[in-house]
T-cell receptor, first 113, second 113 residues
Framework: KAGVTQTPRYLIKTRGQQVTLSCSPI?????VSWYQQTPGQGLQFLFE???????NKGNFPGRFSGRQFSNSRSEMNVSTLELGDSALYLC????????????FGPGTRLTVT | QQQVKQSPQSLIVQKGGISIINCAYE??????FPWYQQFPGKGPALLIA?????SEKKEGRFTISFNKSAKQFSLHIMDSQPGDSATYFC????????????FGAGTRLFVKA
């Protein structure tokens, strides 16, 4: 089975712009979670989607949003980018239901200048 | 209450030695405790996980010890190898209608040959 894929792998944006990141989960996985990883704050939970519904959300401003499609693929969007949004954005998929095991993609490295 | 505290921040172990990483949590709603291994430039990879009804789980050279009353759990890497040099994260998950996973700050392990 193919693993979790994320596109693009690297991205450079300017302050004030917006960005959309994409995640394709492992085939059959219906839950997708997004995390932000920075040297200072570590791995922080952004949100989780299951069957196109956001079920849980971390403590991030409304500039961070996401969605999930019927094929379980997910996108996250960050609007009005700030320098502090520079981070590795990781997507993880799991079967959902009572299966907690999460499998991470390689991440998208976002740099905001 | 949502924090997961991980120690030490960094660890140097001789080849063949035992690496021990500790984590503590507060939220008793957590019911799944995974450990992840992350190499530079890669996403975290699930290593081993435990549920709170079990006090110990072993997979190969990796063992999780879990103390529910103390709200602590630890990862033991037996016969540590240079290839184990990576950053290790403990985490705690809860399912309150949707998954939410909180990660520890990470431990950088270096195994000396």
């Amino acid at each position: 089975k193919a693993g979790v894929t994320q596109t693009p792998r690297y991205l450079i944006k300017t302050r004030g712009q917006q960005v959309t990141l994409s995640c394709s989960p492992i085939s059959g996985h219906r839950s997708v979670s997004w995390y932000q990883q920075t040297p200072g704050q570590g791995l922080q939970f952004l949100f989780e989607y299951f069957s196109e519904t956001q079920r849980n959300k971390g403590n991030f401003p409304g500039r961070f949003s996401g969605r999930q499609f019927s094929n379980s693929r997910s996108e996250m969007n960050v609007s009005t980018l700030e320098l502090g949004d520079s981070a590795l954005y990781l997507c993880a998929s799991s079967l959902g239901g009572s299966a907690y095991e999460q499998y991470f993609g390689p991440g998208t490295r976002l740099t905001v200048t | 209450q949502q924090q997961v505290k991980q120690s030490p921040q960094s660890l140097i172990v001789q080849k063949g030695g035992i690496s021990i990483i500790n984590c503590a949590y507060e939220n008793t709603a957590f019911d799944y405790f995974p450990w992840y291994q992350q190499f530079p430039g890669k996403g975290p990879a699930l290593l081993i996980a435990i549920r709170p009804d079990v006090s110990e789980k072993k997979e190969g050279r990796f063992t999780i010890s879990f103390n529910k009353s103390a709200k602590q759990f630890s990862l033991h890497i037996m016969d540590s190898q240079p290839g184990d040099s990576a950053t290790y994260f403990c985490a705690a998950s809860e399912n309150t209608g949707g998954f939410k996973t909180i990660f520890g700050a990470g431990t950088r392990l270096f195994v000396k040959a």
